[in-house]
């Protein structure tokens, strides 16, 4: 077989996730494997009995990475991709060796097996007939925002990672902006303490304030927006949002806007309140 490029999935938690073949070729038929970190690449290794050798491959070094791999594979000799947890590329570094190597004819060869949004959605009891994986969510609230924006209509289901330092920050603009749809939060999956918390965003934020911090590696599975019907007394709508998501009048007209197909200065037209005591326009 040519020198080829495996790009290998590995297990996100649990080390007996991880496929024969996968093992096979990690042991018999690579030279050398790039990983992200090698510390935790090597405990997988180490497990399994596997003696290789590692370098390092992350976003800080990947142009000198992709330059040291590609020598290599055109040596003849072939190379494991792997990240830390998970299929590599997956909200992980790879893409721009993958590239190369397709460019420069090299054979890329997938070895399936574990990711963490594949696994909760699969187990998040929400729609998978179609879905929108987003890797992680943005960390500043106003790029979170005008993301979740652009999915608010979107007939799918949404999987997203998010930092659990980030997550009741994240819930809110989610509870705002997407309205209370079924959701779940997959937390530590495949490992000791896996959980799947599931209900609005809302009740979920409210659950994990109440334990006061929130650990380990998130999903997010965003159930599919809802038919609704028009709302006729769009004014009453704009003040229910405003109680019981604790927002604005702004934001809640914008959710309005959106839930029913209009331009948001149709609503705020069509809810405004009138000035109780209009200007004298009487000229003298």
């Known amino acids: 077989m040519p020198a080829t490029l495996y790009v290998i999935a590995t297990p996100i938690g649990n080390l007996e996730d991880i496929t024969l073949r996968a093992l096979?070729?990690?042991?018999?038929?690579?030279?050398?494997?790039?990983?992200?970190?090698?510390?935790?690449?090597?405990?997988?290794?180490?497990?399994?009995?596997?003696?290789?050798?590692?370098?390092?491959?992350?976003?800080?070094?990947?142009?000198?990475?992709?330059?040291?791999?590609?020598?290599?594979?055109?040596?003849?000799?072939?190379?494991?991709?792997?990240?830390?947890?998970g299929t590599p590329l997956i909200s992980d570094p790879g893409y721009r060796v993958v590239h190369a190597a397709v460019e420069k004819g090299v054979l890329v060869v997938p070895i399936p097996g574990a990711s963490a949004a594949l696994a909760a959605l699969a187990a998040s009891g929400l729609p998978t007939d179609e879905f929108r994986f987003i890797g992680f969510l943005p960390p500043k609230a106003v790029a979170r925002r005008k993301l979740l924006e652009g999915l608010a209509e979107r007939s799918a289901t949404i999987v997203a990672y998010e930092s659990p330092h980030r997550l009741l920050e994240s819930l809110g603009d989610i509870a705002q902006v997407l309205g209370p749809r079924d959701m779940v939060v997959a937390r530590e999956l495949t490992k000791l303490h896996e959980e799947f918390i599931r209900g609005s965003a809302d009740t979920i934020r409210n659950e994990l304030e109440r334990r006061g911090t929130v650990k380990g590696e998130i999903t997010l599975v965003i159930g599919k927006a809802e038919d609704r019907p028009p709302v006729q007394d769009l004014a009453a709508e704009v003040s229910r949002l405003q109680k019981e998501l604790s927002i604005d009048r702004m934001e809640a007209i914008k959710i309005v806007a959106r839930q029913q197909g209009l331009p948001k200065q149709e609503v705020y037209r069509r809810v405004a309140v009138p000035d109780s005591n209009p200007p004298d326009r009487r000229r003298d």
Do not use: F, M, W
């Open 24 to 85: 096979r070729v990690l042991r018999e038929e690579v030279a050398l494997i790039a990983c992200e970190d090698t510390r935790q690449t090597q405990k997988l290794l180490s497990h399994y009995e596997i003696r290789k050798p590692l370098i390092s491959y992350h976003e800080h070094n990947e142009v000198a990475r992709t330059k040291q791999i590609l020598e290599t594979l055109e040596r003849g000799e072939s190379v494991a991709l792997v990240s830390d947890a």
